[in-house]
């Protein structure tokens, strides 16, 4: 089984107390990428960005495993200039996917009543003059997400439910059902003991911050995360982004 997986910190965390032979077959690369090699590898299961179901319906999703956020811990974080939310532009930067492409335009329609104009930054610095959301582990070098609001927490206020970032997902329904039963136990292990994982995974200068908001991580899911899945892919059918609602194949 070849899993295909985000190069985040988040991902390494999930998959830490995989067995080796398992963890010998993730291939980590950008989330841009990964739904497109799902669909051209056999027999595979990719940890996709949950906005890439649009592109192809017919793929089955973990009903049971995922990354989903419930709080300041995220994945992507949105930075303002002067701290203000009157925006018109947003740069988006770092792993950036189609979650963000998708939906930072309707997030700040929905919370903010704006209109923005969403830019794909192509430099790798950071200008103070512009807005950015920035994804991946870009946010926490030299401590930059400390200066940004959670794009996490933004969409759970806007859905009021977690915010499902990452589904597991196979063109194979039984590959996915034999995914869900390896990974149970190292997930739990992993939620009873994650003091290793972020050691070995997590900067020295940020263990402390996860440690303290690892619990508005959430890999297992439960019904609300189900809901929560959801209620965002609703969101660009509503705003006429898409001319059907997803219906979901869960496995």
Do not use: W
């Not at 499902?164 to 196979?170: D, L, T």
């Amino acid at each position: 089984m070849k899993i295909i997986s985000p190069d985040n910190y988040f991902a390494k965390l999930f998959f830490h107390n995989f067995e080796k032979g398992i963890k010998d077959n993730i291939h980590f690369t950008s989330s841009s990428l990964i739904m497109a090699e799902l669909l051209k590898a056999e027999n595979s299961i990719a940890l996709i960005p949950l906005t890439d179901l649009i592109k192809d319906r017919d793929i089955h999703i973990s009903k049971s495993f995922g990354l989903s956020f419930e709080g300041g811990l995220s994945n992507s974080y949105i930075y303002y200039v002067r701290d203000s939310k009157n925006v018109t532009e947003i740069n988006l930067s770092g792993d950036v996917s189609s979650c963000e492409v998708i939906l930072s335009k309707i997030l700040f329609k929905e919370l903010y009543n704006t209109e923005v104009e969403i830019t794909l930054s192509t430099g790798s610095g950071f200008e103070s003059a512009k807005n950015y959301i920035i994804s991946g582990d870009k946010n926490f070098s030299k401590d930059l997400f400390v200066k940004g609001f959670s794009f996490a927490e933004e969409m759970v206020e806007l859905i009021n439910l977690p915010f499902v970032n990452y589904v597991f997902a196979s063109k194979n329904p039984d590959i996915l059902k034999e995914f869900n039963s390896l990974a149970a136990t190292p997930v739990n292990k992993f939620l009873e003991n994650s003091e290793d994982a972020i050691k070995e995974i997590i900067p020295p200068n940020i263990q402390e911050y996860f440690a303290a908001n690892l619990s508005t991580l959430i890999f297992n899911y439960n019904e609300q995360d189900l809901e929560g899945i959801e209620q965002v892919l609703r969101l660009p059918y509503f705003h006429g982004i898409i001319n059907d609602i997803v219906v979901l194949n869960l496995v």
